[in-house]
């Protein structure tokens, strides 16, 4: 085989690799001898078939199963002849004019990972926010509970239905004297201002008293999911059973028990457990931007340019979904449009931060074990129907791509956690207001060294890589008003289908992982 290096621009390399004739027959021989014995022909004993008819019948085949073979073992083959490390999948384009009995001649391009050293962990410094659960807080936990936990109780009958109060209903529902199917419910609970039945017809029943029957008009919104309803005016002949006022939930040990615990005592402790968690990740991802934005601007060398696409399409993409689903999509789309240069500056940050990180893991033995690897999958499994998960996980089985990307963010997290085991850690104690200040604040962190003035950019937190598509979600828009029955559901109103918050979550406490070198090369078309 002879290799020639055409290209050598930064971390861009370009090969002319030649794989002579010779080799390719020798490989069609060994390959026809191979075979020969499975091969089954009329006139001939098993194993018996000259191998010049082998060639005849099958020689097409082979040749092309050889080629491949060959090309595949020549990538393998300059990767290692030229200590290559590449940062993507090669590039391959196979010569015009290739014939059976000439040399095959391919060119081969592919960026490699910048040769990084391991920084000196030595006076790493860092301060944790730290807040107590007060108790205050346990208490508001506990009353957010309890009223979630809403009771009624019957209201003197003379009381006119007011803002938060519920009805116990029967109506009908009609369009232009004809009722329509799905529009009669019987003792159907009714909140005012709860939202849940579509606009006008809650207001309508305000003032309301037990005993009366009134006949309301509403429009079906022109997007509700019944199609033949959509856009229609109805009437709704109501019939009130009850008028109810809110009782309020009294929060004591029966209360608790309700809730299937021993006491009012084991479910203040559990709150205030739950409250100590999720304070505990505040301080970690304050403490981590930390970190990454010291080791960001301590570090500034070349990355693979391939490696930045495939992360700015990644938030590229993100940032698209999220306009979308704006009040303004057309705006929200522009106002990204005009940042494109800041959200590719994050992208090369990322992928730097990534590198970096897998560098001073590789430097100081981190690696996710075997069970821990077993667990992550078994894990992102559940993600998936179950008709899909066993095609899931063998694909993590054979795919080194996709088994890297699923191992990356917890391969990261070992990393930090090594970094945070190593670094001088001071605590300060502060309130959840300041913590969130600090995280926010850390929101825009300042850009590596002569990277880019996109460093202070925030861009929406990478999300985890999937192998291959989910399952269909559940259709968000059932007309499935409260606990009833979506035969008495037709005046309800559609769930409404969350909008994207934009930059919900930070970006810069997501680097970008490094990516595996994968085994088989791609050839253009």
Do not use: C
Request: proline fraction near 6%; aromatic fraction near 4%.
């Amino acid at each position: 085989m002879k290799i020639e290096e055409t290209t050598n621009e930064g971390l861009r390399r370009t090969y002319a690799v030649t794989i002579p004739a010779q080799d390719i027959d020798a490989a069609i021989e060994a390959e026809v001898k191979k075979i020969a014995p499975q091969v089954r022909m009329p006139g001939f004993r098993p194993g018996k078939v000259p191998a010049n008819l082998v060639k005849k019948m099958h020689g097409e085949a082979i040749h092309g199963q050889v080629v491949n073979e060959q090309i595949q073992g020549a990538v393998d083959g300059l990767m290692r002849d030229k200590q290559l490390r590449p940062a993507m999948q090669p590039q391959v384009q196979f010569g015009d004019g290739y014939e059976q009995g000439k040399d095959a001649t391919l060119t081969v391009d592919v960026e490699v990972l910048p040769e990084i050293e391991a920084p000196s962990l030595d006076g790493l410094k860092l301060e944790r926010l730290t807040v107590p659960v007060a108790d205050s807080e346990v208490d508001e936990a506990v009353n957010n509970i309890a009223s979630q936990q809403k009771t009624f109780k019957d209201a003197p009958k003379n009381r006119k239905a007011a803002d938060g109060d519920q009805l116990i209903i029967d109506f009908t529902g009609s369009i232009d004297g004809v009722e329509f199917e799905g529009g009669k419910a019987e003792e159907t609970p009714l909140v005012i201002g709860a939202n849940r039945f579509i606009p006008g017809f809650e207001e309508q029943l305000a003032g309301a008293k037990a005993g009366d029957d009134k006949t309301i008009t509403v429009t079906f919104p022109a997007d509700y999911p019944a199609k033949e309803l959509a856009g229609k005016d109805a009437q709704f002949a109501i019939h009130v059973h009850k008028v109810q006022v809110e009782d309020e939930t009294a929060v004591d040990e029966e209360f608790a028990k309700s809730l299937g615990l021993e006491s009012l005592e084991q479910l203040r402790g559990l709150l205030k457990g739950q409250l100590e968690q999720e304070l505990n990740g505040l301080t970690r991802t304050a403490m981590k931007r930390q970190l990454l934005d010291t080791l960001a601007s301590g570090h500034d060398f070349p990355v693979p340019q391939g490696m930045v696409d495939a992360e700015f399409e990644q938030i590229w993409q993100q940032l698209q979904q999220e306009a979308a689903g704006e009040e303004d999509p057309e705006a929200a789309l522009k106002e990204i449009e005009a940042e494109k240069a800041d959200y590719r500056a994050i992208a090369e940050r990322r992928v730097r931060l990534g590198l970096l990180l897998s560098e001073i893991g590789q430097a100081n033995g981190v690696q996710v074990t075997q069970q821990e690897m077993s667990m992550l999958i078994q894990q992102a499994a559940q993600q998936y129907r179950p008709e899909d998960r066993d095609r899931f996980m063998e694909l993590i089985r054979t795919n080194d791509m996709a088994a890297a990307q699923l191992r990356a963010p917890l391969y990261e997290d070992k990393v930090v956690d090594f970094l945070f085991d190593k670094a001088d850690i001071t605590d300060r104690e502060v309130t959840r207001e300041e913590l969130q200040a600090a995280i926010e604040a850390e929101e825009t962190p300042a850009p590596a060294a002569a990277a880019s003035p996109a460093g202070k950019k925030k861009a929406p937190a990478k999300k985890a890589a999937k192998a291959q598509p989910a399952a269909d979600a559940p259709a968000e828009d059932a007309p499935v008003a409260s606990e009833a029955s979506s035969e008495e559901a037709t005046p309800a109103k559609p769930a409404k289908k969350a909008a994207a918050k934009k930059n919900a979550e930070p970006t810069e406490d997501k680097p970008a992982a490094k990516k595996a070198p994968a085994k088989k090369a791609a050839a253009k078309k």
